[in-house]
């Protein structure tokens, strides 16, 4: 399986830059959106296999943009935040979120989450194939 195209929705550029820059270090692709309409109008324009998406951002927060997506596709997406009470975990996951990664974290633990979502996508592909 080639290596995912990543949608990175995060409104702070900086960090932005060193997560995009570690990721394509690893072989991925990285498409950034600054905020959550930008994220919406690149998702419907380019085929994205996964999103890493912080909570708050500009325009659409990361919960709305989440929900709008999951009406049409279920694409893995990780979310990205320094929220970590449990009632804003849950209802994130309960929006259709795959995952949530609190702020801040380990890069390490990101690629290692990202290689969960590839183990599960490449399990998916051989289905379909057989
Ligand atoms: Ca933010």
Known sequence: MSKLMILLVED?????????????FEGYRVVWAKDG???????????VDLL?????????DGLTVAR?????????IIMMTA???TTDIVSGLDAGLD????????????FARIRVIERRLSKQEEIVLT
């Open 99 to 110: 995952d949530y990664l609190t702020k801040p974290f380990d890069i390490e633990e990101l």
């Open 12 to 24: 702070e550029e900086s960090l932005a830059s060193f997560i995009q820059s570690e990721l394509q």
């Open 83 to 85: 929220r970590n009470q």
């Open 52 to 60: 890493l998406l912080d909570w708050m951002l500009p325009k659409y």
């Open 68 to 76: 709008r997506i999951r009406k049409a596709s279920a694409v893995p």
């Open 37 to 47: 309409q930008e994220a919406l109008e690149i998702f419907n324009e380019q085929a």
